[in-house]
């Protein structure tokens, strides 16, 4: 008679042969990763240069922008976690979430376009309102693309090695265009001399159209794979924000999320001031933002292999751990300290920082598997609505509270035309914030997600053990786990009370 051990055993070795199958061609993941060259370009564009846009060239007052950067994040709040819900359930030739990168492309265009128009006014009401309405735009495309697209990547394989290898590609093409967004507009708007709104504009539309057909690369990627849900039963929108907040894994992937993200968003907006008004250096923001950005880049392979041969969390704090030290020691650094040595940290905090973004971002995918595990249930559309959420809503309150801080302390905003900044000198409080908000704020940030991160569970291990026997439920089976096991992997990444 053949031992139930192993029976189990035979079944994980047949389920792991299937996982072969999940391997993903080079093209299917350059089609798939160029998607972020929107994803990440698209969105430090806007943190880097939106801010600075508004109060340096638009002139609106910094007290109000901050109204603007909040007004989308309430409105995030009804349209990510409602996208993701109707992504799941879209029916099309195409699948659940290609049309929306087809028909969503041309609208990327517009909206950057329509972001940095040249607005002109001198009522202070009428300049808020056009941001509002610009910013809006902008969030309500961003979220009927990108929020699909995350679920895209975590049902584009349900191998634990190449669901990182595919966000590893995804990743690289973000970096790419955070680079180009960081080293080129300031190139295109110095271009037009003392005219910045048209260099703005002029800017915005060539990132537009980059933006858009790297949207339109993804229509083109790999089909999309339906998997059966085990469990039937419709599951309502609320039920499914509700379950979600219920499995553990997700609120520490949330917290991981959620702490190193409004970090780097505040180090990424707070550079422009940091350089302009702490460093009086304005002419060096390209400079600081590439050098960040190509040290991120360089990193990531190697954040990757650290993911793959001893697990993501360990990346994730590792990274943690090197952008906390650095972090301090920059916050340390005087103004006057040489070029090179000031560059020399960001590079170091930046190789930190580039764990601490990447990291999450493979992690998603496993999270839905885990909820699959819970529930029976494939909802990769709603928990990546929920992680978009997350994403903007981070950034959009960090972001918020910076520069509501900055205008409560007495920004000065630089009279319209103006084009040598280091002229304007910030009050000495101002200059201080700015210097806390590059260093120590971020640091705090990120300790609390590195504390997160040390109670993650889901490992290699747990995953595979996790597919395995999903794969057997899905085909009919009994499952690969026994009882005590599905309850001890219940406990560990769901809920105590599992």
Not at 93 to 103: D, K, N, T, V
């Amino acid at each position: 008679m053949v031992k139930p051990a192993i029976i189990n055993a035979k079944k994980r070795e047949m389920s792991s042969e299937r996982l072969s199958s999940e391997r993903l061609s080079l093209k299917t993941k350059i089609l798939f990763g160029l998607g972020d060259v929107y994803g990440g370009g698209g969105f430090q564009l806007v943190s880097f240069f939106y801010a600075i846009f508004l109060s340096d060239t638009l002139g609106l007052n910094m007290k109000l922008i901050p109204i603007v950067l909040l007004s989308g994040k309430v409105w995030d709040a009804i349209s990510d976690p409602m996208m993701g819900w109707i992504s799941d359930r879209t029916k099309s030739r195409w699948g659940r979430r290609h049309p929306y990168f087809l028909f969503g492309s041309i609208a990327v265009a517009l909206s950057y376009v329509l972001l940095f128009w040249p607005f002109s006014s001198e009522s202070q009401t009428a300049l808020l309102a056009f941001a509002v309405i610009a910013y809006l735009l902008f969030c309500t495309i961003w979220t009927i693309v990108m929020v699909p697209y995350f679920a895209f990547g975590a049902e584009i394989s349900l191998d634990y090695n190449e669901r990182t290898s595919a966000t590893t590609f995804r990743l690289l093409f973000s970096l790419i265009g955070s680079l180009l967004a960081s080293a080129v507009p300031t190139a295109i708007i110095s271009g037009f001399g003392s005219n910045t709104k048209l260099g703005y504009l002029v800017m915005a539309a060539v990132f537009g159209v980059l933006f858009g057909l790297s949207v339109l690369a993804v229509f083109f990627s790999k089909k999309e794979v339906y998997r059966p849900d085990i469990n039937k039963d419709k599951v309502g929108f609320i039920t499914s924000f509700i379950n979600a907040l219920k499995i553990r894994s997700f609120r520490q992937y949330v917290g991981m999320f959620i702490f190193g993200m409004l970090g780097i968003d505040i180090v990424s907006m707070i550079m422009a001031y940091y350089t302009r008004y702490y460093l009086r250096m304005d002419g060096v923001l390209a400079t600081f933002l590439t050098v960040a950005l190509v040290s991120q880049l360089v990193m990531l392979p190697l954040w990757s292999f650290i993911a793959k041969k001893f697990g993501k969390r360990t990346a994730y704090m590792a990274g943690g751990a090197i952008w906390v030290v650095m972090g301090t020691i920059l916050f340390f650094m005087p103004a006057t300290a040489p070029l090179p040595a000031i560059l020399g940290f960001i590079v170091l905090v930046s190789m930190g920082m580039g764990a601490v973004m990447f990291i999450p971002h493979t992690i998603l995918g496993d999270i839905t598997d885990v909820a699959e595990f819970a529930y029976g249930k494939r909802q990769e559309g709603s928990f990546s609505g929920f992680a978009t959420l997350i994403r903007k809503c981070s950034s959009g309150i960090g972001l918020a509270a910076v520069t509501g801080v900055l205008g409560f302390l007495g920004y000065i905003t630089p009279p319209e035309g103006t084009t040598n900044f280091t002229l304007i000198y910030q009050p000495p409080v101002v200059e201080s914030a700015i210097k806390l908000f590059i260093s120590l704020v971020p640091v705090a940030l990120v300790l609390v997600g590195v504390f997160i991160a040390g109670r993650y569970q889901v490992t290699r291990e747990n995953h595979k053990m996790l597919i395995t026997h999903l794969n057997s439920l899905r085909e009919g089976g009994p499952g690969t786990l026994t009882e005590d096991e599905v309850l001890a992997l219940r406990r560990l990444l769901i809920s105590k009370k599992a």
